[in-house]
């Protein structure tokens, strides 16, 4: 029964890493999406005693025999390269230059307001207190954050555009003027955030936010445009094949192991 366990041990973490790759395949179209990758890496080894007959031992090796007890999802990671700039023109969508700049966002959770970030950039308008003012928000609908915290306006605008500074520039009548701006923050290890859901991250309680600076989008934001996912394709259906062999050849291990047992006790019988 060794090899049937190892084998069932094997095909649970093989059916995670499936999942992931399911994941990313149905994000292949999510704007900013940042692609999971996984990597496996052996369980414990068993020594096995190379015990012979009457004291006699057989073929003698340094460490005697060792055999594995299967496989895990040694690490996880997420890859943070730039996605393809997708040109919108529509004038609420901003796409980030540097692969380590982030647009901050307000979230609140059981009551309480956590900062996360994102480079999702397909901003909107979401109407508050009394429809009087406008909140910039994400698709989810969550504030974003400018340099004075949550970006509001008054709602009596005519036209409103992001300026690839970051400065929001509202019309009203003839007149212009800017009346907030997006605030970048640039992380010097993206890799150490962690995943909050809904195309978001945060900083995780063990990774100081030291390395995290508010910065002024140089060379300057694509205004207009969106960053498409980083999700390739090709690879994850490459990845998909190998770890469905790999399942079917765990399983197909199971029934051998099982059709071996039956031959074994029509012996004995």
Known sequence: MRSSYLAATTMG?????????GHNLSNSSTTGYKARTANFSS????????????????????EGLRQGTGAKLGHTKVRMDAGTITQTERPLDVALSGEK???QVQVTENGAAE?????????????????QQVSLVTAQGNPVIGENGPI????????????DNGNILVRRGEQQQVEASLEVMEIDRPRSLETAGGNRYRIPDNVPAAGMTAVAPDPGLHVGALESSNVDMGEEMTNM???????????????????????INQLRS
């Not at 369980?43 to 090796?61: F, S, V």
């Not at 950039?121 to 009394?130: A, D, H």
């Open 13 to 21: 973490q093989l059916q995670q890493k499936l999942n992931l790759i």
């Open 43 to 62: 369980l414990l080894h068993q020594q096995i005693n190379q015990n012979g007959i009457d004291g006699e031992a057989p073929r003698q090796t340094p």
């Open 101 to 103: 700049h982030f647009f």
């Open 115 to 131: 900062t996360q970030y994102t480079r999702a950039g397909n901003f909107y308008l979401q109407p508050i207190n009394n429809n």
């Open 152 to 163: 509001v306006l008054q709602s009596d605008m005519d036209e409103i555009s992001i300026q």
């Open 241 to 263: 094949l190998e770890m469905q062999r790999a399942y079917q050849m765990n399983s197909q291990s199971i029934s051998m192991g099982d059709q071996m047992a039956g031959l």
